[in-house]
């Protein structure tokens, strides 16, 4: 399948796995085995095998990556079978939604903290732009939407190339997030609806916009999605009371 | 989800930068139950709970975060509005990761440079953030006088817009 086509069918999927939708699970059960949650509302009766990225029930695959806020390697799966694991997939130079899933997910993480559970769960976002996203980004990008980078429990994972980041995170043996970079490279960040802080936007000739899928995985420790959080940044009172139901499914 | 959601979803990925205004949910005839947020001391106001809507006069709520840089280019218009809006309950309120490395401080500061003169607080238990269904800053909901909402939106705004709001309301 060619790149662009495999993009917009992901990122047409993905709109249809809307998380929260108003409409009741029309599946009549469809509950996975491997979750403790049910299948999400969706408006539309979607199949999870039928999208492109590990959607509800469905295992996460495993890539070791580098942690470069923690100088070392980790794996997408490392933490299962300990932890619950939230994964989203972000640039920094983003000035669309990747504020604001970074921002979900350091949210989360305070959640954790305040909850004492801080070392029972990890955050995973993977950037796909590796060659501008040095661990100094990486930081400031983590601390401008909230996180706490320094804590063991924010993983924030960098693909050592391009060629990797697409291996990982766009292909369809990875986590098919579809990305691509915008026409014209220098796309304009000014009015989209849930921006939040764009990394150094005064950089000239650096900014660079990539059209991509949205995606937040809730994933349990038995290394099951839980939820698939798509197109539209989730709200984060949703994560967190989504999180800690699955704890207390552990329990 | 509503059919309108849905499309502005897919319309914002397919315009990541464009200038998609995204309506949020319907108005309804229902008044919305008052919230708690978490006021904090910024220019000089007292710490403390902080309800809202009130009843009995309009209402302006703007949702925002310090991280957010349309939210800091919003601000200059909610103010122009307060300024001739009359008797109207301003607030603003964060829903961001506060503790770590955002501060309640840090807050006040983003406020102190970008905010205008009224309440500004932290949604600390996200109650706010559930009962106005925010899924992205900055957020304006208008309240009448009987904490009906009659208008809710994200994206950046004008002080045009916000007055024909508060107009209706």
Redesign the interface.
């Known amino acids: 399948m060619q790149r662009r086509s495999f993009l917009t069918s992901a990122?047409?999927l993905?709109?249809i796995a809307?998380a929260?939708?108003?409409?009741s699970g029309a599946e009549g059960g469809g509950g996975s085995e491997d979750t403790v949650l049910g299948p999400p509302d969706r408006?539309y009766d979607v199949d999870p095998a039928d999208l492109a990225y590990p959607a509800y029930g469905q295992p996460i695959p495993d890539f070791t990556l580098p942690s470069p806020l923690h100088d070392r390697a980790v794996s997408t799966r490392e933490y299962v079978g300990e932890r619950e694991t939230l994964l989203t997939f972000v640039f920094t130079r983003?000035?669309?939604?990747c504020?604001?899933q970074t921002?979900a997910l350091?949210?989360t993480?305070?959640a954790a903290?305040?909850g004492g559970y801080a070392d029972e769960v990890v955050f995973m976002p993977i950037t796909f732009d590796p060659a501008y996203d040095t661990a100094g980004r990486i930081r400031e990008f983590?601390?401008?939407?909230?996180?706490?980078?320094t804590?063991a429990n924010w993983q924030f994972l960098r693909p050592e190339t391009p060629e990797r980041a697409k291996a990982v995170v766009g292909s369809e043996s990875g986590f098919a997030v579809g990305f691509e970079e915008?026409e014209g490279g220098h796309?304009?960040?000014?009015?989209?609806?849930?921006?939040?802080?764009?990394l150094e936007?005064e950089a000239a000739g650096e900014e660079q916009?990539?059209?991509?899928?949205?995606l937040l995985l809730l994933v349990n420790r038995d290394g099951f999605v839980e939820r698939a959080y798509s197109?539209?940044?989730?709200?984060?009172?949703?994560v967190?009371t989504d999180l800690e139901a699955v704890r207390e499914g552990y329990e | 989800?509503?059919?309108r959601?849905?499309l502005a979803?897919?319309g914002?990925?397919?315009?990541?930068?464009?200038?998609?205004?995204?309506a949020t949910r319907s108005q309804t005839d229902e008044s919305v139950e008052p919230v708690t947020v978490e006021r904090i001391d910024a220019d000089g106001d007292p710490a403390g709970d902080l309800r809202l809507p009130e009843r009995g006069r309009p209402t302006l709520l703007t949702v925002f975060?310090t991280?957010?840089?349309?939210c800091r280019r919003t601000m200059p218009e909610v103010v122009a509005v307060h300024d001739d809006a009359g008797d109207t309950q301003f607030v603003s309120v964060t829903?961001?990761?506060?503790?770590?490395?955002?501060t309640r401080a840090d807050v006040a500061d983003w406020w102190e440079s970008y905010g205008g003169p009224w309440p500004v607080a932290v949604d600390t238990d996200?109650e706010l953030?559930?009962a106005f269904?925010?899924?992205?800053?900055p957020h304006t909901v208008v309240l009448d006088s009987t904490n009906r909402i009659v208008y809710d939106e994200?994206?950046?705004k004008s002080a045009a817009e916000l007055r024909d709001a508060l107009a209706s309301a």
């Open positions: 990122a047409f993905s709109g809307v929260g939708c108003v409409g408006e983003c000035g669309g939604p504020p604001a921002a350091a949210r993480q305070a903290a305040e983590s601390e401008i939407n909230g996180a706490d980078p804590a915008a796309g304009g960040h000014g009015g989209s609806p849930d921006q939040g802080e764009v936007p916009s990539f059209v991509h899928t949205n197109p539209q940044p989730p709200r984060p009172d949703i967190i | 989800m509503r059919r959601d849905f979803g897919i914002g990925l397919a315009v990541v930068g464009g200038g998609a205004v995204v975060a991280w957010c840089s349309v829903n961001e990761a506060i503790g770590q490395t955002t996200l953030t559930a269904d925010v899924r992205a800053v994200q994206g950046e």
